[in-house]
């Protein structure tokens, strides 16, 4: 990793180091070409870290720097530093600060080369309940994740120091090993929650919040599929107009589509004449609408739907339906998984 400059381990800003860290890189006196030591602050920078998390996992996980000190001072070689980025992504994760030093501790370090991830714990027994309250703290932040499982302390953690790939991977991998409806109400969900609460008591983390919704966006629609034959009709899953939350409905889909119902995603704040122009082409077997707040729970866009033979059934979703009367044969969902069951039994009999 720190011989990639790609990688998301910063380059060293010499200058800038030296200049704001006391304890600034030096050279070793070895023979041969002289390898750049770096001070905590300059280590803590190229980690991503906080130079006080740098200094506690020494003090307490014994992860310094294997042999170069001076005076009182910390130095950190390349290879300290290649152990160290291999436990921070192990606590990406989702590996507990002393697992993670000890899975840094016995990894085998190519030379200068980026050590492979630590497997997904998805698969991990689930902590015991004392374990898994305890707060998940990352980037300066911290997660209130009670009740969550590794794979979303995990998510929590990467999410936090705004590491979208880690986050993208995870989801990824959630859905892989869990399917669909798990890795939203056991990783995705709950660390979607944990984030807009922390926004609701600190007013921070927006950027957090975009981040994980993007990323879940991409990686749940990446699983889904259209309908598999031109006579199959699809499921339409739409946000509402003037509605911009709509990963349920990605997470529906890709649910469906685990179950090979094909689905048709038609995004965010559809106008009602695109929403009744695309029922009237693809005659469609299902159409599921969600209402994220009561303001976009329009039920004149559910009256006005125009009829097709056979007729196709409409569902809607969200919390800002909760509190319209629907007409008669229009379904509310409760949850991912209800819906998931409800609408495939209903397409595919
Ligand atoms: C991600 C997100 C966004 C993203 C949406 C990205 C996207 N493309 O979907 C963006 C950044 C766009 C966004 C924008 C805004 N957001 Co927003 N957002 C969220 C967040 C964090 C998750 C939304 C979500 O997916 N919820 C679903 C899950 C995660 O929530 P849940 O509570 O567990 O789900 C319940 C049900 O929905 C159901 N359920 C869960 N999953 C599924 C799946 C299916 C299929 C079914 C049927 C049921 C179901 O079960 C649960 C129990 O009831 C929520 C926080 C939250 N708790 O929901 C805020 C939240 C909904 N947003 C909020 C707000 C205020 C906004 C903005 C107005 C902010 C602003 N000032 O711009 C805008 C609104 C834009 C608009 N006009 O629509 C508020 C709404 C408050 C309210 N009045 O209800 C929330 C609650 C945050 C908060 N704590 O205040 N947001």
Known sequence: MFADPGGPVRKPDTHRDQASDPESPDHGEAAGPPEPLLG???AARRLGIAPATLRTWDRRYGMGPSAH???RHRRYS??????????RQALLRGMS???????ARTARLPAHRPEPDPPVPVDEPEPARSEVEVPVRAGGGVLRLSGAGLAARGLGRAAMTLDGEAVRGLLDDAITARGAVAAWDEVARPVLVAVAERWEYTGGGIEIE???SSCALAAFGARVVGPAAADR???LL?????EHHILPTVALAAALSERGVGCLLLGPDLPGPALHAAVRRTAPAAVVLWSQLPASADVEVLRSLPRTRPRFRTYVGGPGWSDVALPPQVVQLESLGSACSEISGAVTT
């Open 210 to 212: 975009h981040l994980l």
């Open 78 to 87: 390349s290879t300290d530093l290649a152990r160290l980025d291999v436990m």
């Open 97 to 103: 600060v002393a697992e993670a030093a000890q899975h």
């Open 40 to 42: 905590v602050a300059a």
């Open 69 to 71: 000190t001076a005076g």
């Open 238 to 242: 739409a946000g509402m107009p003037r």
């Open 233 to 235: 009709k699809p499921v």
